[in-house]
């Protein structure tokens, strides 16, 4: 498909950019991973930008770029670019780096108010410092940091957030710890390794000592609880500190799956499906709490992601196999065994906005130019699927075929490509 000619003009009329760089060349290959790999690069428009899905014309934004070098490092594609790409992308990046360290891309527009541009601006430097570190490249001094080194400072900002929805709240957090590694590993920063603590030792208060999570105690919902854990808990691993409560958290998890193998009817919810394994996964590393029933969760999650890839090659939010009464019963099933009524209303929003409005346009992060529709593929769940692949096989390969494996190079920075080494306690 001609990306280029798909993508002429943008949502508001626009005309694109064309004819900025060479496309990057597509070789047919049978595997999943090489399949992945083969739609990252049709979805290349050239200088370092993609298009966000290709059945939505839209601008091309930084998300996207970071987006796809995420996946392009997770199967551990970033070094059969040409050195000519990966300057591109570097540079596309390093290019939205401001005085203060972070990355901002002007050009972000919103699609509703369930995000802001703070939101907006440390989700984005987040992503951007994985995405250079997979490249090989290094940022600029984080200057913004010199804001969190005083206790009195973060917990005044921590004091600030709206934890009824931690999911939302989670990622800034995330957000702040990750900046927090990647400018620790780069210098001696004592200040910054009290601070990072500071926050942990902060969140070990917060947490929910019946669910395991946070949020649901200051009336989160388990689901939305759930997705905040995930965000946090790669921190505690990084640092060598133990996850407080981890056979809670794992019971909490488990009580979310359904039988189709996703953590929510429909073909699951990227996110959700990412977030849940990989806190079952890597607690599975250090507890043998449930370790059997994790392992068949992995397998059948695995089965259940790699039959959602659509024919283009990349991978859809949802599914469109599953009928709408398996979907109700499913959600029915899941709501018997956690009892969360939130997480209950949650699902059915989801199956209803689904089955009546599956060709609307959905916006990732509340931004504007990172659009598609439930079906469609997109560079966001693209990346999210695949890291539930590379995370259920980097503990289980043996649940794994091997035209599915896709060799994953997880990140060795916080973030979200991290991935959890059996030795713990490398960063900070």
Not at 143 to 165: A, D, T
Not at 415 to 423: D, I, P, Q
């Amino acid at each position: 498909m001609d990306i280029l000619r798909a993508c002429g003009i943008d949502y508001r009329g626009r005309k694109i950019p064309t004819g900025r760089g060479t496309k990057m060349s597509i070789n047919p290959e049978p595997t999943l991973r090489g399949s992945s790999l083969n739609w990252l690069k049709s979805c290349y428009l050239g200088d370092g930008d993609f298009v966000f899905c290709p059945d939505i014309p839209a601008a091309p934004v930084l998300y996207n770029t970071c987006y796809a070098v995420l996946s392009l490092g997770l199967i551990g594609a970033v070094d059969i670019l040409g050195s000519f790409e990966k300057k591109a992308l570097s540079r596309r990046i390093l290019s939205c780096q401001n005085e203060h360290g972070f990355f901002r891309d002007a050009s972000i527009e919103f699609a509703s108010s369930s995000h802001d541009r703070d939101y907006i601006l440390f989700h984005l430097t987040c992503c951007a410092l994985q995405a250079l570190d997979y490249l090989g490249e290094k940022p600029r001094p984080l200057v913004f940091l010199e804001n969190y080194q005083r206790p009195v400072q973060i917990e005044s900002w921590l004091g600030s957030m709206n934890m009824k929805n931690a999911w939302r709240e989670s990622n800034r957090i995330m957000s702040l710890l990750a900046a927090m590694s990647h400018s620790g590993a780069l210098e001696t920063a004592s200040a910054l390794n009290e601070s990072y603590h500071f926050i942990l030792d902060w969140l070990e208060k917060k947490q929910d000592p019946i669910t395991g999570f946070w949020g649901p105690d200051n009336g989160s919902g388990i689901m939305n609880g759930m997705a905040a854990t995930y965000h946090y808990l790669m921190f505690f691993h990084a640092a060598g500190r133990n996850v407080p409560r981890a056979e809670n958290i794992i019971d909490s998890t488990l009580s979310l799956w359904l039988p189709e193998g996703h953590f929510s009817p429909l073909g699951g919810h990227s996110c959700v499906d990412m977030d849940a394994i990989d806190i079952l996964v890597n607690l599975s590393r250090f507890t043998d709490h449930r370790l059997s029933d994790i392992k068949n969760v992995s397998g059948k999650l695995h089965a259940a992601v790699v039959a959602l890839r659509n024919p283009d090659g990349g991978f859809p939010e949802h599914s469109k196999k599953q009928h709408l009464a398996s979907a109700l019963a499913g959600a029915a099933y899941s709501f018997l065994k956690h009892r969360c009524l939130k997480t209950s209303m949650f699902h059915a929003k989801k199956i209803a906005k689904i089955s009546l409005l599956s060709k609307r346009a959905v916006y990732c992060g509340s931004v504007r130019q990172c659009a598609s529709t439930a079906f469609a593929s997109d560079l966001w769940a693209t990346f999210a699927r695949l890291m539930t692949l590379a995370i259920i096989e980097s503990r289980f390969p043996d649940v794994v075929s091997p035209t599915n494996a896709i060799q994953p190079e997880l990140a060795k920075m916080p973030g979200l490509a991290y991935g959890v080494s059996e030795t713990r306690g490398e960063i900070l």
